[in-house]
Nanobody, 115 residues
Framework: VELVESGGGLVQPGGPLDLSCTTS????????MAWHRQAPGKERELVAS???????IYAKSVQGRATISRDNDKKTVYLQINDLKPEDTAVYYC??????????WGQGTQVTVSS
């Protein structure tokens, strides 16, 4: 499954981040979609996920600041994080799973939180 992320770049501390991930895969609506991130020198971590029935999971580090959503008609998953902190700096990846089976990863988009 090909996934293409957009958004990111240089963002001011305290500002919002809006990321999008789009696919042409016909199975999008049955996939668990997720956003992961990897900061320099750290392991990749799950940021948020959304199930086919819109059940969501958030990492503690972004809980209360992040919203993941999906539009099945547009085959797109979104991630918004508010009140950005320098520790949110990372490469953000979109991923698709069918159950526990990985179906694809995006190429990643760099997010740098800095003034």
């Amino acid at each position: 499954v090909e996934l293409v992320e957009s958004g990111g770049g240089l963002v001011q501390p305290g500002g919002p981040l809006d990321l999008s991930c789009t696919t042409s895969a016909n199975g999008f609506k049955i996939y668990i979609m997720a956003w992961h991130r990897q900061a320099p020198g750290k392991e990749r971590e799950l940021v948020a996920s959304i199930s086919p029935r819109d059940g969501t999971i958030y990492a503690k580090s972004v809980q209360g600041r992040a919203t993941i959503s999906r539009d099945n008609d547009k085959k797109t998953v979104y991630l918004q994080i508010n009140d950005l902190k320098p520790e949110d700096t990372a490469v953000y990846y979109c991923a698709a799973n069918f159950g526990e089976v990985e179906r694809g990863w995006g190429q990643g988009t760099q997010v740098t939180v800095s003034s």
